[in-house]
C-alpha cells in the first residue's frame, strides 16, 4: 500500500513539502529543494529511491537534487529546460511517467503561468502541481501573463473533483485570509478556514485538498462569481466590471501580491 508523506523543508522561509511515495521499499520524491530531511527520511525507513520528479526551476524546488544524486543513481524528470542541469529525462505535454517499481502512472501537463516551463503530474488519484495551485491561492506570476495563467488554472479545474492537490507549500492559512476579503459569504470557505486553524494548531499539514475543494473555495478557481467581481471592483476602484475572468485573474494576483 503506497503511502504519501510531507516533508517540511525550509521551514520559516519558503514552508515547502517535499512529497515522498512509497510502498515500504522504493520511493519517489517531488521537488526536493533541500536534500537533508529528505535522505534523513529515506535512510530512517530504508528506502530506494526510483525517481526524483521536478515542476520547475526555482530552487526551493531543485536545490537538494545534487546531494540527493551522489547517493542514490536515479533518474530525474523535470520540464524541457536547460536551467535544470540534474534533469536526466526531459518530459513535457502529453508525455506521461511511469515507476514501475511502485506502479505509477502520471499524465504530464504543461501549464505556463508561474514559469514558462512548469508542468504538473496527474495520475493515480494525485497532483503534484508544484507553484501552479496551492491551498486557496495559485503561484506568483513570475514570467507568462494573466491569460496564460488563468487557462492553467482551468485546466487543472478540469480535472476529476476527487483528485487529491499535493502543492509545494503550507501557505493555505494565509491564503484564506485574502480568499475571505474576496469572498467573505462563501459557506465552503467559511468552514475550510475553521477546518485550517483545527489543522495547523495540531501542527498538521493543510494538504492535500481536492479539486472539488480549490473550486468551492478558491478565488483564483472562482473568476466569474459576482461576489468576488464585486470585490475586486471595491478594492480597486474600478467604475466598470472587468473585461473578462483572465482580467479579474489579473487584478487578484496584483492584490495577493500586497496583502
Known sequence: MLEIVPIPALTGTYDNYIWVVHDG?????VDPGDAAPVLAYLQAQRLAL?????THRHGDHINGIPKLLEVYNTRVYGPRSELIPTVTHHIGEGDSVDIAELGLHFDILHLPGHLPEHIVYVGNGM???GDMLFG??????FVGTPQEFHHSLQRLAALPDEIKVY???EYTESNIRFALLCEPSNVALQQRQRDTIALRQQDLPTLPSTIALE???NP????NQPEIIANVMRHFELTAPPADEAAVFAALRAWRDRF
Do not use: E, N, Y
Open 167 to 169: 502543492c509545494a507549500h
Open 127 to 129: 497532483l503534484f502541481c
Open 136 to 141: 486557496c491561492a495559485c503561484g506568483k506570476m
Open 220 to 223: 483564483f478557481m472562482r473568476c
Open 25 to 29: 521499499t522504493h520511493a519517489i520524491v
Open 215 to 217: 473550486k468551492a473555495t
Open 50 to 54: 526510483s525517481a526524483i520528479l521536478v
